[in-house]
């Protein structure tokens, strides 16, 4: 039987997100739950992120940023860059984890990601204690380790990670693919 339960309970798990801004002379790295795809065509997709935030005006000031997914073996960084501000200190050395140039957009995009996503901000909505950034994607990074031999990324094998009510988790194992339920049997 279900019963209610708190509003603040929502769709678990999510991405848990790098997300590095600013410009080559000034970037940060801030960690973001709130991400997801909302479009395909443009691809676009949101990021949401609190006001009071370092990176929040970082973001807002030069409207793009770069979205990496994460990886169990980049955990460490990901929860660090999620506690601590870099108006402190500098998130990049204290992590540990490694600038690559970004290619469309200013900031740099994390090294270590196997996948980071370009984009472009195409407004800001305030939504009560996070205010969500619409943004398009104007440039996907790979790392060519996870090409297959048919030139396919094979995200499964990037061993990506996600967040669930406090807890940071690996993807478990493919259960099917998509149209599975209803592919012809031979």
């Not at 997709?45 to 990886?71: A, C, D, Q, W």
């Not at 998130?91 to 984009?119: D, F, M, N, T």
């Not at 104007?138 to 990670?161: C, I």
Request: hydrophobic share 40%; with cysteine; glycine share 8%.
């Amino acid at each position: 039987m279900k019963e209610s339960w708190k509003p603040g309970t929502l769709v678990y798990p999510l991405p848990a997100v790098l997300v590095s801004c600013g410009t080559a002379e000034e970037s940060n790295l801030i960690t973001v739950a709130w991400a997801g795809t909302v479009c395909t065509n443009p691809a676009m997709l949101y990021i949401s992120v609190r006001p009071e935030r370092h990176s929040y005006g970082i973001i807002k000031r030069h409207m793009e940023f770069t979205v990496n997914l994460t990886t169990a073996a980049m955990a460490n960084a990901t929860d660090f860059c999620g506690v601590r501000s870099g108006a402190d200190l500098d998130k990049w050395a204290a992590s540990g984890l490694h600038r690559y140039p970004g290619q469309c957009v200013s900031c740099p995009a994390v090294e270590e990601s196997p996948i980071s996503i370009e984009c472009r901000v195409k407004s800001i909505i305030p939504l009560g204690s996070h205010d969500m950034f619409l943004a398009e994607v104007v440039n996907v990074l790979a790392d060519k380790q996870y090409f297959d031999a048919d030139g396919r990324f094979d995200l499964e094998s990037a061993g990506l990670m996600s967040y669930s009510h406090g807890g940071y988790y690996t993807q478990g194992d493919k259960i099917g693919h998509f149209g599975f339920s209803v592919k012809k049997k031979k």
